[in-house]
């Protein structure tokens, strides 16, 4: 089977794209990207082109930009080109030059997406829906190919990866295409020299400071001296742990389902389940890894499980909670969070049914308020950080004024009971929230306090906190 036939049944086989869709072919004018386009060309497919000019090598950045626009000619199709200061981004975002390269080139593929199919226009970069396109979708096609997915393959396993890492490439990624995965080198190189094809070479692929070409020049080849088929070996394993892959989903789905309890915005995770659950480390990962928590902070979480109530981890839109026999996980975002933590320095929290202003003082420098939207609370035994949420079924407290039990105890009060007495209507017991310090619940918001913190005549500090009802 020749390779153009190859290029063709893999593109069917897999349903990558259709004839009718719109494919932009991102080109460096490198071997690889010529030979993708050569193939389209053949195969019938039109097609625009699309060049990254990163302005790393000078003069040889710049030819290689004019070389792509020639390319226009040749196919008769349109060139665009986006030019990056990549060392500038690279700078400002801390990483190294090639994940600046990698981000700014799927950030514009992104933008590209994200515009509507139609017309490129080369001025706004952006497509512009005609009435003869509305039902093509446009696709991005790059040139990777068999020996990079391997590169990737290994350098993800060097730099220690999960089962998704063991994939390599995937060839298909939301509109981003990669149909010659299938071919090696070698097969590119061959049906180059067939058809006299021109590229240019990026003289940067020699220089053994980039990880992917020490890989590529340096570790695989003296592997292939030990083992001449390990090309052909680890592609196999690539589509092993895809394989595996699926069936790893899989189980973690059964788990989430299990485990996993949506209330509203939050996730809530029964402590004593999670713990059952094996292998729970790996489980843990991948429940937290969807928002924004990393691998090293697994055993945080498993710290977290056997914690005391109130302790909490944190990423950057995410934090997870230990409430007792829960571990939550709860946006920080707290007009969302149905469970927010108070700091011990914080003075305003806003959440869904108003804000609380929070302050602290001697007893002795101010008149105490009576007011259901003002708590004054003895500051002695109020241990951080606290916790705001909504109440729920089995909540109790000790209701301030209620009536005291022998040995002059307060009243247990569960709040179910507490709201009954209150006379509250369903909404208005819908819209209920509690604080609770170390396990207690130190007020009902706007409600009542916990008589165990009231304010005696040994009080010498003060906790306020009042409730502006939104």
Same mark, same amino acid.
């Given at each position: ?14 349903? &990558? ?120 979708? &446009? ?47 070698? #097969? ?23 990880t992917r070409n020490y890989f590529r020049n340096q570790l695989i080849p003296s592997i292939r001296k030990v083992f001449p088929e390990v090309e052909d070996n680890l592609l196999h394993a ?5 394989e595996i892959g699926m069936l790893y989903e899989q189980a973690i789905q059964l788990h989430k389902k299990k485990l996993l309890e949506y209330k509203e915005h939050e996730i809530h995770i ?33 710290? &977290? ?94 209701? &301030? ?28 017991? #819908? ?40």
């Amino acid at each position: 089977m020749s390779f153009l036939q190859k290029f063709i049944d893999k593109i069917q086989k897999e349903n &990558l794209f259709q004839k009718k869709d719109q494919l932009l072919l991102a080109v460096s004018g490198g071997i690889d990207s010529i030979v993708l386009c050569e193939l389209c060309s053949q195969a019938g497919f039109e097609f625009k082109i699309a060049h990254c000019n990163f302005q790393l090598r000078g003069e040889e950045s710049e030819r290689d930009e004019a070389f792509v626009k020639s390319l226009g000619e040749r196919y008769s199709t349109e060139i665009f080109i986006k030019k990056f200061d990549t060392e500038k981004y690279a700078e400002e975002k801390k990483i190294s030059i090639q994940v600046a390269a990698r981000e700014l080139r799927y950030e514009w593929f992104e933008e590209l997406i994200a515009s509507t199919t139609g017309k490129l226009e080369p001025t706004t970069k952006k497509f512009s829906e005609t009435s003869n396109n509305k039902h093509r979708t &446009l696709y991005i096609l790059t040139a990777h190919h068999a020996n990079d997915n391997i590169e990737t393959l290994l350098m993800n396993f060097f730099k220690g990866t999960g089962i998704k890492g063991l994939q390599g490439i995937p060839v298909k990624q939301r509109k981003i295409i990669r149909p010659l995965l299938f071919a090696k080198r070698g #097969e590119i190189l061959a049906f180059s020299k067939v058809n006299s094809l021109s590229f240019v070479e990026d003289s940067s692929n020699l220089s053994d400071k980039y990880t992917r070409n020490y890989f590529r020049n340096q570790l695989i080849p003296s592997i292939r001296k030990v083992f001449p088929e390990v090309e052909d070996n680890l592609l196999h394993a690539i589509e092993r742990f895809k394989e595996i892959g699926m069936l790893y989903e899989q189980a973690i789905q059964l788990h989430k389902k299990k485990l996993l309890e949506y209330k509203e915005h939050e996730i809530h995770i029964p402590v004593l389940k999670l713990l059952k659950s094996i292998p729970l480390k790996t489980i843990i990962y991948e429940i937290i890894k969807e928002y924004g928590f990393t691998a090293h902070q697994t055993d945080d979480v498993l710290h &977290l499980l056997k914690s005391e109530s109130g302790k909490y981890i944190s990423s950057s839109m995410y934090k997870i909670i230990k409430d007792r026999k829960w571990i939550i996980i709860s946006p920080h975002n707290s007009l969302q969070a149905a469970t927010i933590l108070i700091d011990k320095n914080d003075n305003k929290i806003v959440f869904e049914n108003g804000e609380l202003e929070i302050s602290k003082f001697v007893k002795s420098d101010t008149i105490l308020s009576t007011e259901s939207s003002i708590a004054t609370l003895d500051a002695k035994d109020i241990i951080y950080p606290l916790l705001l949420r909504k109440w729920k079924q089995g909540d109790y407290f000790y209701p &301030l004024g209620t009536k005291n039990l022998p040995a002059g105890r307060p009243g247990k009060k569960k709040l179910s009971r507490f709201f009954i007495d209150q006379k509250l209507s369903l909404t208005e017991k #819908e819209k209920i929230w509690v604080i609770e310090s170390n396990k207690r619940i130190i007020w009902v918001v706007g409600k009542r306090i916990d008589d165990r913190f009231k304010i005696t005549g040994s009080t010498t500090n003060v906790l306020k906190i009042s409730f502006n009802e939104r």
